[in-house]
């Protein structure tokens, strides 16, 4: 059900087909988690080249309905649906170190991409069921979604440095009831950014880590090819060099120019510097799926290098960092108080609930 009276825009489905949706992507999930194991190239061909590759502009259109379906989240709030979750409430100091833990993890674990993730089934297998291993950890000490998807979730950096600007608001298929579990929801907070945070000194690093310095992690780490399990002194410098030199760079520049600017200029700087990093990641990785990216064999989805004319790469490049800018820089203009979903309404006896 689509509404447009309602300012922002909200699109609303029956919480049974928001279940269905759930336990669809989850059997995804361990489809996939099987097949990196079981059949490896076929694994990595959909992980790495299909799924992994769609879900940056997800985050961008659709947060709110990714982080309603994301089969790690669902996965993450078992022990608190089978009520064996102690649900103890973090504090603020607890909530930023999990989030710059976060942002740490997703900057180490992307260069391992060149060095084995990408080519390894077994390695990416491991690294996925050792995230769900600490997702429901989390999930089983911490209350409901403060312990993974809201702070340390690697992915929720990019969730929060991407999804400012949601094309639509919608339904909070998690949470029934707000039982207040963090501080800064970034499900009801309307322009969540990266650099949104709750005035904690950790906080503010990871986000200005995030904001500053993704866009040139992104343009280094698309300058490395696939070492194909090829691990040793000079590969492992090379993966992780190039993305967090250049990610310095950028960080350089971007405190630069936030370091004069007032809070209007400072939140444009901000989502330009989102967009140039989601811009960054698909000039390089759209072609790359079609072999014809800077290195033709590596990261293919479907090798379409012979019959592709030569205007192909440079034209879906220009289109896709038009797409972004005018999503996320122009676009936005008229849409200021957009969440990702809709809070739902407060629990009336949140202590006694969380028993
Ligand atoms: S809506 Fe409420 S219960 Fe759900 S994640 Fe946000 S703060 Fe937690």
Redesign the pocket.
Known sequence: MISTKRKPMTVSLPITIWKALQISFWLIGVLLVLLLLFKPDLGILLFWNLLIPIAPALLVLLPGVWRNICPLSSTALFPRKLKFSKAWQLTTNQQAWLYLLGVIALLLIVPLRHLLLNTSGLATAVMLLVAVSLAVTMGMLVK???GWC?TACPIHSVERMYGSTPLFTTD?A??HQ?????SL?P??TKQMTSSLTRSHKLERLAATLMTGGFFGFIWGWNHVPDYRNDINLSTVISAYAWPLLSGMITLLVYLVLTSSANKKQTQFINRLFATLAISCYYWYRIPSLFGVGLFPNDGVLIDLSASLPSWFPLVIKFASAYFFFWFMLIRPNRLKKQSWSI??NYAIDVKNINA
Do not use: K
Request: net charge neutral; charged share 25%.
């Open positions: 409901w979604r403060s809201a909070n998690h949470c707000c039982e207040q579990c963090i929801c499900d009801s809070r739902p």
